[in-house]
């Protein structure tokens, strides 16, 4: 089945500098790698999403880049502020269908002022 | 518009009983899932339904049983509940299963004493 590895486990960075977690899966069939951010005490919330037909996806100051040949996939936070303090998790469909996700043990990102 | 509701949202069981998780959407959903998120294991799913009367296992079914008789209620049993099965629960609901955005509940939080 679709295994998900996800580096590092923590990061700190200061106000203002970039932030990059990276991910990787093991099932070639995958073609769905969301990422959630889940604030302390929250639920889990969708940032952004890339599907296997796009090299790279940009929202604002996040952007996702996905290298399907080498089946790694990363998040990169530019201009960091303290709100995006939080726990970030990638994760992988587990099939072509896309019918489930498996998640990645997640990032602590933690910025500071 | 609620979302996705779980209860309870705290609970202490005893070792060697038994209880239900709920949890209902009212999205119209058809794909519902159960994940369990244990600290730096991140999210791993129990089980999951693409519709009434359809359950599968995920990657950690061991112990529970869910069942989904409606679109909008998809309920996790605990039988025989053991210390291992402390964790935090969370039901979550997508209105596609190809790659569709996981809207969570609140979690809910159980204790195995």
């Known amino acids: ?113 | 518009n609620a979302g996705v509701t779980q209860t309870p949202k705290f609970r202490i069981l005893k070792i060697g009983q038994s209880m239900t998780l709920q949890c209902t959407q009212d999205m119209n959903h058809n794909y519902m899932y159960w994940y369990r998120q244990d600290p730096g294991m991140g999210l791993k799913l129990i089980y999951y339904s693409v519709g009434a009367g359809i359950t599968d296992k995920g990657e950690v079914p061991n112990g529970y049983n869910v069942s989904r008789s409606t679109t909008e209620d998809f309920p996790l049993r605990l039988e025989l509940a053991a210390p291992s099965q402390t964790s935090v629960y969370f039901c979550a609901s997508s209105s596609t299963g190809r790659g569709g955005e996981l809207f969570f509940g609140e979690g809910s939080r159980l204790t195995v004493l």
Do not use: M
Request: charged share 20%; proline share 4%.
């Open chain 1, 1 to 113: 089945g679709e295994n998900v590895e996800q580096h590092p486990s923590t990061l700190s960075v200061q106000e203002g500098d970039s932030a990059v977690i990276k991910c990787t899966y093991s099932d070639s069939a995958s073609n769905y790698f969301p990422w959630y951010k889940q604030e302390l005490g929250k639920r889990p919330q969708l940032i952004i999403d890339i599907r296997s037909n796009v090299g790279e996806k940009k929202d604002q100051r996040i952007a996702v880049t996905l290298n399907k040949t080498a089946k790694h996939f990363s998040l990169h936070i530019t201009e960091t502020q303290p709100e995006d303090s939080a726990v970030y998790f990638c994760a992988a469909s587990i099939n072509q269908a896309g019918t489930a996700l498996i998640f990645g043990k997640g990032t602590t990102l933690s910025v500071s002022s």
